[in-house]
């Protein structure tokens, strides 16, 4: 299932509608509530898995700098379930920063 929404993600990302944005990093942001296994990918059997479905995920391709698959962390605002980047862009530490912290 995590499958197909890294395939719409990346869809989306072939659009490259933040190419013409002046910006020191471009990612796009996956929000995952509003899908039925955001809570399951929390889970070690399913993280696992859903890491390895990302493998190979390169967001320069797309002209991005990262993809951040994200849920709500209230009252923190948004934390990253995943994410993949470019590292000498954007670290996990600068995506941890910028989406508040893991779950």
Same mark, same amino acid.
């Given at each position: ?11 989306? +990302?072939?659009? %490259? ?17 509003g899908t039925k296994i +955001? ?28 993809? +951040?698959?994200?849920? %709500?962390?209230?009252? %923190? ?23 508040? +912290?893991?779950?």
């Open positions: 299932m995590f499958g197909t929404i890294i395939q719409r993600a990346l869809n989306k +990302a072939q659009r %490259r509608q933040a190419h013409g944005v002046l910006a020191s990093a471009r990612v796009l942001v996956v929000y995952m509530m +955001a809570e399951d990918l929390i889970h070690p059997i399913h993280t696992e898995k859903a890491k390895a479905e990302l493998d190979g995920t390169d967001p320069q391709r797309y002209g991005l700098d990262a993809i +951040a698959f994200v849920i %709500r962390a209230l009252p %923190r605002g948004l934390a990253f379930l995943f994410a993949v980047g470019d590292d000498n862009t954007l670290t996990t530490a600068h995506l941890e920063a910028m989406f508040s +912290a893991s779950p």
